[in-house]
């Protein structure tokens, strides 16, 4: 689990393989990220802003025993880039 770096919202990943952002201000489950297939290991928001844009972009780093690494953009809630090797040996 992981806060947000607004401290409003928190992200949990765990072995049903599932990511879920929960909204600390309404206590709700936001939203779920589906993708990886094996428990989920690792997160890490990142927040940048837009080259050319200015705005802020959200984004998740997850990892998980499936091998892969998946950044995820936080405001249109879906994969961006999946990274690694899923066939490597799981411990």
């Known amino acids: 689990m992981i806060f947000t770096d607004e401290n409003t919202q928190l992200i949990s990943g765990a072995a049903d ?25 690792q997160l890490q928001t990142i927040v940048t802003r837009h080259p050319t844009k200015g705005n802020l972009q959200r984004h998740l780093f997850s990892g998980a025993k499936d091998g892969l690494i998946k950044l995820w953009d936080l405001d249109r809630q879906q994969c961006v880039g999946t990274f690694g090797d899923s066939n490597i040996t799981k411990v």
């Not at 201000?25 to 939203?31: D, I, K, L, R």
């Open 17 to 41: 393989t599932y990511i879920v952002m929960y909204d600390l201000v309404t206590s709700t489950a936001e939203y779920k990220l589906m993708g990886h297939t094996q428990p989920i290991t």
